[in-house]
């Protein structure tokens, strides 16, 4: 679910740098292979489908824009409780953004990559689990996996489960999985402008 984020970067093992980079090749990659993983993932959520996926509505829009920024919140506390500062990983997505490769860049990381997201980890990975375990064991496996699949450590990791767990249970409250992806996406977003503010 993560290849179509290979197109936000540089190409190394293609000689490319920030002053040397063919962006035609990147939007390419991030087409196709969104087309690729978006199949997949779209066959097996079929397959398994227990929630609707639709367009949210409003009162479903004001649940997620809530619950995401009261998670926002406890990650940013945890952040500064916990860290020094923003982790490699960030710095390099805004040094990304800030880049040749802007663009492709924030579609794949707050678009493309939330979409594929919950279709994986709410869609398929937690339904999976909801039939063998209770909701509450699923929810936390599901955003275990959901928090270590993003590579980070300490407060961060603890505020990506967070946020997962949040995402989970707008799933849940609307069963609909649309409600999880718009606020994925608003939470990346947000996220994004923050640490660019930081930065």
């Not at 993932?41 to 949210?56: E, G």
Request: proline letters at 2%; hydrophobic letters at 55%; one cysteine or more.
């Amino acid at each position: 679910m993560q290849l179509p984020t290979l197109a936000a970067g540089y190409w190394d093992w293609w000689g490319e740098n920030d002053q040397n980079v063919n962006s035609f090749w990147h939007w390419l990659a991030l087409v196709v292979l969104t087309i690729v993983t978006f199949k997949v993932l779209w066959s097996v959520y079929q397959k398994n489908m227990t929630v609707v996926i639709q367009w949210p509505s409003i009162k479903g829009m004001l649940l997620a824009v809530s619950g995401i920024m009261l998670s926002i919140l406890v990650m940013m506390l945890l952040a500064y409780l916990l860290t020094s500062g923003p982790e490699t990983e960030s710095r390099e997505l805004i040094t990304l953004i800030k880049g040749r490769l802007g663009l492709v860049t924030l579609i794949c990381t707050n678009v493309v990559s939330p979409i594929m997201e919950e279709f994986f980890f709410r869609g398929i990975v937690q339904n999976f689990f909801s039939q063998w375990f209770n909701i509450g064991l699923a929810v936390t496996v599901t955003n275990l996996l959901f928090a270590f699949s993003h590579g980070y450590s300490g407060a961060n990791l603890i505020g990506v489960f967070v946020i997962g767990c949040t995402l989970s249970w707008l799933t849940i409250k609307t069963n609909n999985l649309g409600t999880a992806i718009f606020g994925h996406v608003l939470n990346n977003w947000l996220i994004t402008v923050i640490n660019i503010c930081l930065a």
